[in-house]
């Protein structure tokens, strides 16, 4: 049971990763730094987008407009946060004691 909520409190943290890639990466689109007429970076847009939009749709349905300012990877951040905090730690230090 231990190594199993270690691997999901890994795999959460993964994905927090992946999260702020996708914020880096829509800043540099935004700029003009990165073109995404490239196929490396199309493709890793794609990717990083499949994997973040599902979660952060939702969120965003919730939230107000702030004019131009997205806060929804925030709100999923902090999300992931307590899961991996709270849920998963709250399941392992018990098990410890």
Do not use: K
Not at 15 to 30: F, N, P, Q, R
Not at 73 to 78: A, D, Q, V
Not at 86 to 97: C, E, K, M, N
Request: charged share 10%.
């Amino acid at each position: 049971m231990i190594p199993l909520l270690a691997f999901i409190a890994y795999l959460i943290h993964l994905y927090e990763i992946v999260v702020i890639a996708a914020v880096v990466m829509s800043w540099l689109i935004g700029f003009n730094v990165i073109n995404t007429h490239n196929p490396f970076v199309r493709s890793l847009w794609q990717f990083i987008t499949a994997v973040t939009e599902p979660f952060l749709r939702p969120i965003r349905r919730m939230l107000p407009q702030l004019g131009g300012i997205d806060i929804s990877p925030i709100i999923l951040l902090l999300a992931c946060l307590f899961l991996r905090s709270v849920v998963i730690d709250g399941w392992l230090i018990p098990l410890f004691r």
